[in-house]
């Protein structure tokens, strides 16, 4: 065993909880058609299951894990990653290859909501890929792609929710920008219930968007986003600061901004904020 009663990293399999998590999906009417592994410590779900992927595990083969040690969000940002949370990650083999799958992270995030609504949370989405309640972040998405010279091969979704971590034993300047399941309830948080109606979710979406393609993602998508439409926005994308008013997405998921000038630009990944007229 190691540091903390946790066995090795790379020691898994389809122990209890991929058990409970296969049950709860059956209890909702779904047969779960894939692997899911679960290990008590993995540095990340996603390279974990990257790692089978490209040895040739099936589509929707599933990697959950009680706690990471090097979770992260977008650009490398770290994700804490404590026991009684929600680390996920999912295999999808998109077909056939096709610019639709550049928003299955929209996708996620819708899944991600509407489990949470499931759980009695009203959950909005924060362009690219964060899920927030009360203001404040509950959950994240992290969508890792590989292609080869015939297309997309496959995607990784990496999806993170805080279910049961309590803001009060984080350091200040954290603890006031997140939340979670058992916060916002007041009471214990059920990660396997999470887990399950984020999948049944993020099933129904991705074959909804393998049907009618991306508009009738990006249309859900929309009426679940921050009330940040015509308003005045601030992105960071890379050392690339923009201002401008948050008019849409496009077709690939993309943000498009219209700047000062009357032109629009289109971020494809990046941070932003609102930002707040001062009154005289």
Request: hydrophobic letters at 45%; glycine letters at 10%.
């Amino acid at each position: 065993m190691s540091e903390a009663g946790h066995p090795p990293a790379g020691e898994a399999g389809e122990g209890d909880a991929a058990a409970r998590l296969r049950d709860a999906l059956r209890e909702a009417g779904i047969e779960w058609p894939a692997e899911i592994e679960h290990a008590l410590v993995l540095s990340s779900t996603n390279d974990r299951l990257k790692e089978r992927a490209r040895a040739g595990a099936a589509a929707w083969t599933v990697v959950l894990a009680d706690a990471q040690t090097a979770g992260r969000g977008r650009q490398g940002r770290r994700w804490v990653s404590p026991p009684g949370n929600l680390h996920l990650s999912v295999l999808l083999r998109p077909s056939p290859p096709g610019s639709r799958w550049s928003v299955l992270p929209l996708a996620a995030g819708l899944a991600v909501a509407e489990a949470l609504g499931e759980a009695g949370l009203e959950a909005r989405l924060k362009w690219p890929n964060d899920v927030i309640v009360s203001g404040r972040k509950i959950g994240g998405i992290l969508a890792e792609g590989s292609s080869s010279a015939d297309g997309l091969e496959f995607v990784v979704v990496g999806i993170g929710v805080n279910v049961a971590l309590r803001p009060a034993g984080l350091p200040e300047e954290v603890a006031a920008a997140v939340t979670s399941v058992a916060e916002e309830n007041a009471r214990a948080g059920d990660r396997i219930a999470v887990a399950a109606r984020v999948l049944a979710r993020l099933s129904v979406w991705y074959h909804a968007l393998a049907r009618e393609g991306p508009q009738v993602v990006q249309a859900a998508w929309r009426v679940r986003a921050l009330p940040w439409w015509g308003k005045t926005v601030e992105a960071l994308a890379g050392e690339r600061r923009l201002c401008g008013i948050a008019r849409d997405l496009d077709e690939s998921g993309a943000l498009v901004l219209e700047l000062e000038d009357g032109t629009r630009a289109l971020l494809h990944s990046g941070e932003v904020r609102e930002v707040r007229q001062s009154r005289d």
